[in-house]
């Protein structure tokens, strides 16, 4: 069965992008920030002092590559670990082995591609290994790691972020690939400058993804005699829907809601149903866009348009009662009329200035006067002694302090003049006029 399955192997040549792996530093192309003449990764790796670290990037940058370079120069024993097949009892008993090799004197480097699959408790078990330097753990994400990746083993890691390839450097990988013996080297292929170019601007800044088109395109190129032509017909066939760049749990979700919500706060209405249908045709969840708008309405234009919080709940309910694709219009509503409403941050001010004080304040006693007397101890000791009603004056207000006394003249709430919210302004200066004049001397 094992031979059977050796020479199946053997039988499927492998996908150009892994023929053309890098075993060097000289041979990868792009992160130069990090791998030219005299960069700190670039000679932790040739002197073979590798430490824990993560490598953070974009899908086909080369995290996994740099993996195999570092195999090619360590001194360790390299083990390949995947997040997708592997659990708790296998992280133990490869972690258990290292333990063992350490102690004679052997260090261990585990590479963990796709570390962000890991759950908590997968990641918990390597961190007292890391800690006691059993193992060299390198991750790679294509996620922020400081939302997954375990803050206590993300604080032992050294964080390396890897960049998306230019167009220049995948032509240049496009043209080692045509070259290569490991390539298409001993083949005759035609293929012209600007079809690598539109190759390399599909590519979207990942290796793999250009040079799997490069051998789609060849695979269904214009054969004739011993050479196969490359048009841009044919690249064009090959990559006839271009993928949205988009992770729902990942990164770039982060980045597309943050565009929208800047884009909106601009008062940008254009550029926000840009980024809103980017989202939603990536498969975002539309009630996920819609409790972000409900937030926008009370955070970004609050009482300078009391509406807005209205119209971005009942897009939401919407969203809720027949989803995508008919509620995309309900939601470019509330975006547009959200991008368009006079803008004031003075509810989001408000409560993230009293949260400081709350937060570092918390033994401030609540006054007597407003204290509730459930019980008749309670009230013998003085809860609610020397409460006012409102609705018992003429005017509904009272001078009673509500107030900590260390945070008596405290002002949480600064309203604005934009859109309505000067009729609340307005209002707020009348009380506080009112209870100044009606203060007890």
């Avoid at 400081?356 to 002694?385: C, F, H, W």
């Amino acid at each position: 069965m094992d031979e059977q399955k050796t020479l199946l192997d053997k039988s499927v040549p492998q996908p150009l992008a892994a023929r053309l792996r890098p075993e060097t530093i000289d041979e990868i192309v792009g992160q130069r920030h990090l791998l030219g003449e005299g960069k700190v990764l670039r000679r932790i790796i040739m002197q073979d002092a590798v430490s824990s670290m993560i490598f953070w990037g974009p899908p086909g940058v080369g995290k996994t590559t740099l993996a195999y370079v570092i195999a090619n120069h360590t001194k360790a024993r390299f083990i390949n670990f995947s997040a997708v097949t592997s659990g708790i009892k296998e992280i133990r008993t490869v972690m258990q082995q290292a333990e063992e090799n350490r102690r004679f004197g052997e260090k261990t480097i585990v590479f963990v591609d796709e570390i962000h699959r890991f759950n908590k408790a997968q990641q918990d078990a390597f961190l007292p290994f890391v800690e006691k330097g059993s193992i060299i753990l390198i991750g790679a994400t294509t996620e922020n790691p400081s939302f997954e990746v375990n803050g206590a083993l993300l604080s032992r890691c050294k964080v390396f972020v890897l960049k998306a390839l230019t167009e220049e450097e995948i032509t240049v990988l496009l043209r080692r690939a045509l070259e290569s013996p490991q390539g298409f080297g001993g083949q005759k292929i035609e293929v012209d400058d600007d079809v690598l170019a539109l190759i390399a601007a599909f590519a979207n800044g990942d290796a793999r993804t250009a040079l799997s088109t490069l051998e789609m395109a060849v695979l269904n190129g214009d054969t004739e005699g011993e050479a196969t032509t490359v048009t841009r017909e044919t690249v064009e066939q090959c990559t006839s829907r271009k993928s949205l760049l988009y992770d729902k749990d990942g990164e770039e979700h982060y980045n597309l809601i943050s565009a929208l919500h800047k884009s909106m706060r601009n008062s940008d209405p254009d550029a926000a149903v840009y980024w809103l249908a980017r989202m939603l045709e990536a498969g975002e969840d539309p009630l996920y866009v819609a409790r972000r708008i409900t937030r926008f309405a009370s955070e970004d234009v609050g009482l300078a348009d009391p509406r807005a919080l209205e119209l971005a709940v009942a897009a939401f309910q919407a969203c809720h009662l027949i989803g995508m694709p008919e509620c995309s219009v309900h939601l470019t509503q509330a975006v547009v009329y959200l991008s368009l409403a006079p803008k004031s941050n003075a509810l989001y001010m408000a409560y993230e200035s009293a949260k400081k004080d709350a937060l570092t304040q918390l033994s401030e006693p609540v006054p007597l006067q407003i204290r509730n007397a459930v019980t008749r101890l309670m009230k013998d000791v003085g809860y609610g002694k020397g409460y006012q009603y409102a609705h018992n004056s003429e005017d509904k207000l009272t001078d009673m302090q509500c107030l900590p006394d260390s945070l008596l003249g405290r002002e949480y709430y600064r309203p604005t003049r934009e859109g309505l919210e000067y009729r609340f302004k307005d209002r707020l200066e009348q009380i506080k006029a009112w209870k100044k004049e009606h203060e007890k001397k």
